[in-house]
């Protein structure tokens, strides 16, 4: 059995959403195994932010000082954060800890 790419996952993932019907049935009509599509959509939800829910970082605007950071962490899930100013060491332990 040859894979599907991420693409076709996604547009199948689509039009599941769109039928109305189990996983496990849109996936036995599609002739996909159900694990396979498990994994996919739960991957897909994942990626998607809620629309409802505040995002849990926001930027504030600081005009006052320097436009680079001097300091940025990125954590695996992909939120970044980066620090400007006089950065506190204690600080920047208990956001990398």
Known sequence: MRKKSKQV?????CKW???GQRK???AAAEGIPKQTFYY????FDTDSAPSTSPPPFSIIPMDHIAAS???RISYPSGICVELFGAVDVATVRELVG
């Not at 996952?9 to 993932?13: P, R």
């Not at 996919?40 to 991957?43: D, E, N, R």
């Open 17 to 19: 959403q769109e039928s």
């Open 24 to 26: 496990a049935t849109f």
């Open 40 to 43: 996919w959509c739960k991957k």
């Open 9 to 13: 996952y996604y547009s199948l993932f």
């Open 69 to 71: 950071p001097v300091a």
